[in-house]
Nanobody, 120 residues
């Protein structure tokens, strides 16, 4: 599975950004999808995940500000980020849990990351 994330950039505190992540790959069934982020000098942390059925789960730090969604017809994951704070600055990675329908093996796949910078 190949993942291509886009939509990062520079925004002022209180502003909004929207990220998207397009998944491609033959013979795979994509299950859970999620966004993670890694700030300089810190570990990669969960931002939000969404099940195949559409149930979201958020890190406490982004609840009420971020919204995760998916379009399975387009194999695309989204993250709408509102009321951005300085501490949201990080590289954002998309990840999917996908099963190879031939081998029935499931693995986690990661995109290349997109930079989000919140600065005044």
């Amino acid at each position: 599975v190949q993942l291509q994330a886009s939509g990062g950039g520079l925004v002022q505190p209180g502003g909004s950004l929207s990220l998207s992540c397009s998944a491609s790959g033959r013979s795979y069934r994509i299950n859970e999808m999620g966004w993670y982020r890694q700030a300089p000098g810190k570990q990669r942390d969960l931002v939000a995940v969404i099940t195949k059925g559409g149930s979201p789960n958020y890190a406490d730090s982004v609840k009420g500000r971020f919204t995760i969604s998916r379009d399975d017809a387009k194999n695309t994951l989204y993250l709408q980020m509102n009321s951005l704070k300085l501490e949201d600055t990080a590289i954002y990675y998309c990840s999917v849990r996908a099963m190879n329908i031939v081998t029935m093996a499931s693995n986690n796949y990661w995109g290349q990351g997109t930079q989000v910078t919140v600065s005044s």
